[in-house]
Nanobody, 115 residues
Framework: QAQLVESGGGLVQAGGSLRLACTTS????????MAWYRRPPGKQRELVAT???????LYADSVKGRFTISRDNAKNTLFLQMTNLKPEDTAVYYC?????????WGQGTQVTVSS
């Protein structure tokens, strides 16, 4: 089974930046099948960013222009660079991998943005 390990969350002031990382094994690493989601307090989990085909990307409207998804194939790692963070970005952020027969989720990393 795939294991996804997220890191990089923390507490930051509004306007600050964080970079999240999601690492998995080489055999499972597939950036076009991976995505970042988040679950804000009291709300449902929502898609934040993903690759679609090739190097094309898709972002939630609320993060466009502030977040950037990227990858390091040599390190089997997917990144989410978050800039100009806002209090409403506070959430647990998850990495998701979709294989041909299953969806895998990381344990999540907490991002808290103070005003």
């Amino acid at each position: 089974q795939a294991q996804l390990v997220e890191s990089g969350g923390g507490l930051v002031q509004a306007g600050g930046s964080l970079r999240l990382a999601c690492t998995t094994s080489e055999s499972y690493f597939s950036p076009n099948a991976m995505a970042w989601y988040r679950r804000p307090p009291g709300k449902q989990r929502e898609l934040v960013a993903t690759y679609t085909t090739g190097a094309s990307t898709l972002y939630a409207d609320s993060v466009k222009g502030r977040f950037t998804i990227s990858r390091d194939n040599a390190k089997n790692t997917l990144f989410l660079q978050m800039t100009n963070l806002k209090p409403e970005d506070t959430a647990v952020y998850y990495c998701r991998l979709q294989t041909w027969n299953a969806a895998y989720w990381g344990q999540g990393t907490q991002v808290t943005v103070s005003s």
